[in-house]
């Protein structure tokens, strides 16, 4: 599918040389369907890198999907320069009034905080509750997994002993839910994060159905039974040296950090990592844009 962003992106530079479609603003303008209008809040500070790995993602469609990039306003980022963030996104001030199809919350480094202590709660509640009459289904990763099941179902987060760093097998409980559609029986996906939430306590909410666990690192995926809001604890959108480079970056700063488990052949960091999550990866975002966003949104917007 082609992906519409502006022009002038950087990420179009890299998603153009991997061969993915992407779309001009001036093309898109002569299209006669309706494209799917999907906003991505990045919470992440290397926002460069977050865009290129989730408009890959997004870029295996036959539906013409425009993405808005947004950021919170009541933070000041240190790795992203105002002039990249007024050139490229918006605030929610300037969209609350627009409607999308779908919505992507990403992670943020700040999974040892109370919810409460994070400088941007306050925004993030009020843009977590403006997604239910204003976005039809909303993707919530990692970080913002565990802020959305917090604001919206009570759920508390919980630390590891240890911190889960490295590639885990994982399995889908009910292969008929169309998230999962075409997983393999077990799957791979990439985790770095110090927080859980309880298997437990997603089984005894009433409003959402527990979707993929991993025998070692526990919950993976969650969603309400209308598709609305989805959970994802894991990055299956990773890059083959995302993990590398955040193990290199800490050994350097001499961290007490583990090598990444799965990931390096024989656990030697001194050979390129083997990516097994590419797949499913791809699969997974696909699936969240056919089943839950192309199929079921309304045609007219304004009728959510």
């Known amino acids: 599918m082609p992906i519409k962003i502006s022009d002038s992106l950087p990420a179009r530079a890299v998603l153009e040389s991997e061969n993915i479609f992407v779309m001009t603003e001036f093309r898109a303008l002569h299209q006669d369907i309706r494209p799917l209008r999907v906003l991505i809040l990045n919470l992440m500070p290397t926002k460069i890198v977050t865009e290129i790995q989730l408009m890959r993602k997004l870029s295996n469609s036959p539906i013409q999907v425009d993405v808005d990039l947004m950021y919170t306003s009541s933070y000041s980022s240190r790795h992203t320069s105002m002039e990249y963030l007024s050139s490229f996104y918006t605030t929610f001030d300037e969209i609350r009034d627009q409607k999308y199809d779908g919505m992507i919350i990403t992670g943020a480094p700040v999974e040892n905080y109370d919810f409460e202590d994070v400088n ?25 997994a565990f802020a959305g099941l917090y604001y919206h179902y009570g759920i508390q987060k919980h630390n590891f002993e240890k911190k889960v760093f490295g590639v885990f097998p994982h399995y889908v409980l009910d292969n008929t839910v169309p998230l999962f559609r075409g997983f393999d029986d077990v799957f791979m996906a990439p985790h770095s994060r110090n927080t859980e939430v309880f298997e ?105």
């Open 120 to 144: 941007y709660w306050p925004e993030l509640v009020e843009i977590m509750e403006w997604t239910k009459t204003h976005v039809y289904s909303t993707f919530h990763l990692c970080w913002g």
């Open 200 to 304: 437990a306590d997603i089984r005894a909410c009433d409003s959402l159905e527990l979707l993929a666990v991993s025998p070692e690192v526990g919950v993976f995926a969650a969603a309400t039974p209308d598709r609305r809001q989805v959970f994802v604890i894991g990055h299956l959108e990773y890059d083959a040296d995302t993990l590398a480079n955040e193990y290199f970056r800490d050994v350097n700063k001499g961290l007490d950090i583990a090598v990444p488990k799965n990931y390096f052949p024989n656990d030697d960091p001194t050979k390129p990592p083997v990516v097994t999550w590419r797949a499913a990866g791809q699969l997974l975002y696909t699936n969240w844009l056919n089943y839950y966003v192309y199929q079921a949104t309304p045609y007219d917007l304004r009728d959510l």
